[in-house]
């Protein structure tokens, strides 16, 4: 049995041991840095060489078995939101991901391969690939008897400047939920603003999603394939406050753009049938 310094790549991949002495991993290419915990196979950082980091992290995380760490990309399965008695989000980002296997292949890229720790009915694997993009790519397949549904969403924080000056585009036209008002919407203006508690989720919505971030001077790109669903949230104000392991003042420098399989897009695989979620973040100066 390989132990996670087994896992290490000199130069490339470095184990240490993260916040809370949760065991990490510190990922170096010659475009980017990354970091991952594996407590839920958590990406805490991702930052391209000599520029701000394209992810959120909160200050006020958790960093504890059975907790969730606020902001990166947490991996949101096998349901989404809440379930009475049951985790909120589900298990996937409280649980210890076995690391599989890292890779440095020849394109100068590395990979690193999680997988959950096993489950009689399916199995969940988790492909982090670190090179001048981030890659996340989660599998998952039906190992059981029976059908098996589920939702899947990769719930990625970004760093922003101000909330007010940014706008998310590549929503036009498109159905969501107000999950605050409690009805359906279609997306009218080419681009969001915010301007209060946002939360929605949109539905077939398979293409790239931009965040313009005027101060940061950067778009962020977030294309995917194999989601259906794209979450747009912000906590604003009074919910902020509300939140025991998030800054009262940090939305205004966060914003989650999720994508994922949620809702009426939950996915139901056959015994012995597959699907994947693959979702790839990037930046370009504005
Ligand atoms: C978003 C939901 O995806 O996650 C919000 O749309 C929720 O409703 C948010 O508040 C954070 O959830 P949690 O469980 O990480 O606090």
Not at 55 to 61: V, W
Not at 83 to 109: C, I, K, N, Q, Y
Not at 186 to 202: L, Q, S
Not at 230 to 244: A, L
Request: overall charge negative; aromatic content about 10%; glycine content about 10%.
């Amino acid at each position: 049995m390989k132990t996670l310094k087994d896992h290490e790549i000199p130069g490339r991949v470095t184990i240490f041991s993260g916040k809370g002495d949760l065991p990490a991993m510190r990922v170096e290419t010659e475009w980017s840095t990354a970091e991952i915990y594996q407590h839920g196979a958590h990406i805490t950082g991702f930052q391209k060489k000599g520029g701000i980091p394209l992810l959120f992290m909160s200050g006020a995380s958790d960093f504890h078995h059975g907790k969730p760490i606020r902001g990166g990309v947490p991996v949101i399965f096998p349901w989404f939101g809440g379930r009475e008695g049951m985790a909120a989000h589900g298990f996937a980002r409280l649980a210890d991901w076995d690391l599989v296997e890292t890779l440095a292949p020849s394109d100068g890229s590395v990979r690193l391969h999680f997988r959950l720790p096993v489950e009689d009915e399916f199995e969940v694997d988790y492909i982090v690939t670190v090179a001048a993009t981030l890659t996340m790519e989660l599998t998952v397949t039906n190992t059981g008897a029976a059908d098996f549904s589920f939702e899947t969403c990769l719930h990625t924080y970004f760093q922003i400047g101000v909330i007010e000056n940014i706008e998310v585009a590549g929503l036009q036209g498109v159905r969501y939920r107000d999950e605050l008002l409690g009805e359906d919407f279609t997306e009218a203006g080419a681009t969001i603003r915010f301007t209060a508690e946002t939360d929605r989720v949109y539905q077939d919505s398979a293409g790239t999603v931009e965040i313009r971030d005027p101060q940061l001077q950067r778009t962020i790109l977030v294309s995917k394939s194999g989601s259906k669903s794209t979450v747009v949230w912000n906590p604003w104000i009074e919910k902020s406050i509300r939140m025991p392991d998030f800054g009262d003042d940090e939305y205004h420098h966060m914003v989650c753009v999720e994508s994922g399989n949620v809702g009426e897009h939950a996915i139901t695989l056959a015994p012995g049938e597959q699907s994947s979620l693959k979702v790839e973040i990037d930046s370009l100066p504005l």
